[in-house]
Nanobody, 124 residues
């Protein structure tokens, strides 16, 4: 069992930046691919990015490419999501998720473990 905890959300003006963190409870996390998803009110959970175990492979959704950057520090069991040039459309609850099978899925059901989410609100 892997327990994930997101942090770093908040309220920011359009054009601003936030850095989200996803901290895991134990070591299996460091051998899992990790995805970030987001869900706005009334919408389906949406894929944002996935990062490989080593951190050298990443896949981004087109909507965030060039603005968001994912990274990980396996020594700290933590994955980060740096979000720049934020837009009101980025407003959502952001979730991190782990896949011990090391896939690069873009669907929520590709992931076994989830955090509780952190709210990001971007004002115009």
């Amino acid at each position: 069992q892997v327990h994930l905890l997101e942090s770093g959300g908040g309220l920011v003006q359009a054009g601003g930046s936030l850095r989200l963190s996803c901290a895991a409870s134990e070591g299996t996390f460091s051998s899992s691919t990790v995805g970030w998803f987001r869900q706005a009110p009334g919408k389906e959970r949406e894929f944002v990015v996935v990062i490989s175990v080593s951190g050298d492979i990443t896949y981004y959704a087109d909507s965030v490419k060039g603005r968001f950057t994912v990274s990980r520090d396996n020594a700290k069991n933590t994955v980060y999501l740096q979000m720049n040039k934020l837009k009101p459309d980025d407003t959502a609850v952001y979730y991190c998720a782990a896949d011990p099978s090391r896939g690069y899925g873009r669907r929520w059901y590709n992931y076994d473990y989830w955090g509780q989410g952190t709210q990001v609100t971007v004002s115009s």
